[in-house]
T-cell receptor, first 114, second 112 residues
């Protein structure tokens, strides 16, 4: 079984809809991240959480919110989706006790906002 | 100026060629220099890393860091079709909470 799972894998939604992307991990890591990947722009950090009570904004958090329900679960919400949020979204985890702090990525969610 | 710059490619080479992938960075505080490999429709996976300057070799792959010129490279010898993927450089430093700063990725295709 995969260590980092994301659901759904593909999603089509309409402008203005609220959607949630979910991430679960079995690696036992405290740190979790949400990224989006766009052609020519690479991976950009949306939000990150170093433990259940710690949530931090990344470089492109506007229009997004997150919830850390447990050590193993980290959800990303788009409150009112817009077309320029069409992208590939990745969840990742990391273990800071083992340098370098390798990040382990899920398989991604492909989101299309019409 | 972006903290990490990477030529996006695409780069197409024949099987057996030597491939050179490169990134430049601007923040001299960076300490860890990583290369992630991303196959189509998959998440990135760590390929290899170096700490500070110097070279590190792992099979057909060599990672090189030149901190004086803020330049990092990944060399692939005897490239294979299975090496076809997007390669992302990633850099971090302890003072930055070990968060990774990624390059945009270089798409590589190794053709038979």
């Amino acid at each position: 079984d995969a260590d980092v799972t994301q659901t759904p894998r593909n999603r089509i939604t309409k402008t203005g809809k609220r959607i949630m992307l979910e991430c679960s991990q079995t690696k036992g890591h405290d740190r979790m991240y949400w990224y989006r990947q766009d052609p020519g722009l690479g991976l950009r950090l949306i939000y990150y959480s170093f433990d259940v009570k710690d949530i931090n904004k990344g470089e492109i958090s506007d229009g997004y919110s997150v919830s850390r329900q447990a050590q193993a679960k980290f959800s990303l919400s788009l409150e009112s989706a817009i077309p320029n949020q069409t992208a590939l979204y990745f969840c990742a985890t990391s273990d800071p006790t083992r340098p370098p702090e390798t990040q382990y990525f899920g398989p991604g969610t492909r989101l299309l906002v019409l | 100026q972006k903290e990490v710059e990477q030529d996006p490619g695409p780069l197409s080479v024949p099987e057996g060629a030597i491939v050179s992938l490169n990134c430049t960075y601007s923040n001299s505080a960076f300490q860890y220099f990583m290369w992630y490999r991303q196959y189509s429709r998959k998440g990135p996976e760590l390929l290899m890393y170096t700490y500070s300057s110097g070279n590190k070799e792992d099979g057909r792959f060599t990672a090189q860091v030149d901190k004086s010129s803020k330049y990092i490279s990944l060399f692939i010898r005897d490239s294979q079709p299975s090496d076809s993927a997007t390669y992302l450089c990633a850099i971090s430093y302890t003072g930055g909470g070990n968060k990774l700063t990624f390059g945009t990725g270089t798409q590589l295709k190794v053709e038979l």
